[in-house]
């Protein structure tokens, strides 16, 4: 599904140009103009030129030329559908033959695909999708017949088809075909002609006179669709118009519609094209020259303006590599300098610490001193960082606790073994905790 939307898109993209198409009708032309742009399709103009068999070529082509350059577009050349019944189609299935060799292949079947002389027939062919080619086959006659008739009233003509060729590329054009196959009636000179596709076969068309409900049974035959498929309107595949002129209904005009749409999108329609090549004509290509180079240089500015940040980005960054190579000895000695100052700085704290040590166990001493005073005396003295035990005799015991908890060195002090009667007092043995402590 992804990647139809993406051909999708890419073709809206590519759908640009201004087309001309012709349909030729029994008794009359029917003639539309339209602009096609990726936003949608206009239709500029719209005309019937009637009884264009008994008028003079000359009457009716001054009248083709008048609505064309009221429009401006009188340098286009047009599309032109023969009558559906006046030509035989065919799909020929050609998996594996190479693009080179295509025309030779179908050379070899065109004579045992119509009833004409070898040399009565006049064909054309077109790629239709992988391995599958469309062949139109008219009369020669019919063919020379129309290029005389258009020549004598000035009408330049691209390409002489089939409405089956035209409508292969429209319907499809801004959007896919119904999924798994469609069949689709316009009325055309009193006549039903039928289109569709199906998974099947790529592409049916004819013309029926009968009703419709056996019409369309016969086509889903042919597309081998359910017999029960409902049948649509031929212009509700086509692009709706934007913009149109008053009277104009695609309804009422779906195939030289189609056409005008085919014509002016030849990057998109390759219909199949009954004209010799040496009478084809085609509008100017220099005039695109001028837009072409600018589409070039619009798309070598845009290049270069996402090509100049990633371009600075490593000129930025080889200057920084650079300079962090310029500049690594030196933070590296600034490295070994910050190490060896936090080394001697280390070092003059624990000797710090140490003289505080030592001043802190001068001061406990002291303070143990004051405490216990003669006739009291130390027989065990043992002091860490973080507490104190001592050991000795003194005359009363009971208050030596309260002594030390309340020197402001000593805290949560506690006998360590129960106190003992000597001849000069008690004998005790205390551990306090020290205050201060590093």
Same mark, same amino acid.
């Given at each position: 599904?992804?990647?139809? =939307? ?20 029994? =008794? ?17 103009? !719209? ?13 009716? +082509? ?24 006046? /030509? ?65 009233? +000035? ?9 089956? *060729? ?53 086509? &889903? ?6 017999? !029960?498929?409902?049948?649509? +309107?031929? &212009? ?12 104009? $209904? ?22 199949? =094209? ?9 509008? $100017? ?8 180079? #600018? ?16 371009? !600075? ?28 100052? +936090? ?28 405490? #216990? ?7 065990? #003295? ?31 002090? !506690?006998?360590? /073994? ?5 001849? =000069? ?7 306090? *905790? ?5």
């Amino acid at each position: 599904m992804g990647a139809i =939307n993406t051909n999708i898109e890419l073709r809206r993209w590519l759908a640009f140009g201004t087309g001309v198409g012709i349909e030729i009708g029994p =008794n009359d032309l029917s003639v539309v103009v339209v602009r096609v742009r990726p936003s949608g399709v206009s239709v500029m103009a !719209e005309a019937v030129i009637e009884r264009f068999r008994e008028r003079p070529a000359a009457d009716w +082509g001054a009248e083709y030329a008048t609505l064309l350059r009221k429009h401006g577009v009188a340098h286009l050349p047009a599309t032109a559908l023969l009558p559906r019944r006046e /030509v035989i189609l065919r799909v020929l299935n050609l998996p594996g033959v190479a693009d080179r060799d295509l025309e030779s292949a179908v050379a070899f079947q065109i004579d045992s695909m119509h009833p004409h002389g070898e040399d009565e027939a006049a064909w054309a062919w077109s790629r239709l999708g992988p391995g599958s080619v469309l062949v139109a086959i008219a009369r020669s006659a019919l063919v020379e017949d129309c290029l005389r008739l258009f020549n004598e009233a +000035g009408v330049r003509l691209a390409a002489l088809t089939l409405s089956a *060729a035209v409508l292969n590329p429209a319907v499809r054009i801004f959007a896919a075909p119904p999924a798994g196959g469609f069949v689709a009636f316009s009325e055309v000179g009193g006549s039903l002609e039928a289109y569709g596709e199906s998974d099947a076969r790529p592409v049916f068309s004819a013309a029926f006179d009968m009703p419709a409900a056996r019409a369309c049974a016969l086509a &889903a035959s042919e597309l081998r669709l359910p017999a !029960e498929t409902e049948p649509v +309107g031929l &212009a509700t595949l086509l692009p709706r118009p934007k913009e149109t002129p008053a009277d104009f $209904s695609v309804e009422a005009n779906p195939l030289p519609y189609a056409a005008a749409i085919a014509g002016a999108c030849p990057l998109l329609a390759h219909p199949v =094209n009954l004209m010799p090549a040496a009478m084809r004509s085609s509008t $100017s290509r220099i005039r695109y020259v001028p837009t072409a180079v #600018l589409g070039v240089m619009l798309v070598a500015a845009a290049v270069a303006l996402l090509a100049v940040k990633p371009v !600075e980005d490593r000129k930025y960054v080889d200057a920084l590599v650079r300079e962090i190579a310029r500049l690594e000895p030196e933070a590296r000695k600034a490295d070994a300098l910050d190490r060896a100052i +936090g080394a001697t700085r280390a070092r003059s704290q624990l000797i710090d610490s140490f003289r505080r040590r030592s001043h802190h166990d001068l001061d406990t001493l002291q303070e143990l001193t004051k405490m #216990l005073e003669p006739p009291a005396f130390l027989e065990q #003295l043992e002091l860490t960082r973080t507490t104190v035990t001592i050991g000795g005799q003194t005359p009363q015991s009971a208050t030596l606790l309260k002594v030390l908890d309340d020197s402001p060195s000593f805290r949560g002090s !506690e006998f360590t /073994v129960p106190i003992a009667r000597a001849n =000069n007092g008690d004998v005790f043995r205390v551990r306090a *905790a020290r205050e201060g402590a590093e």
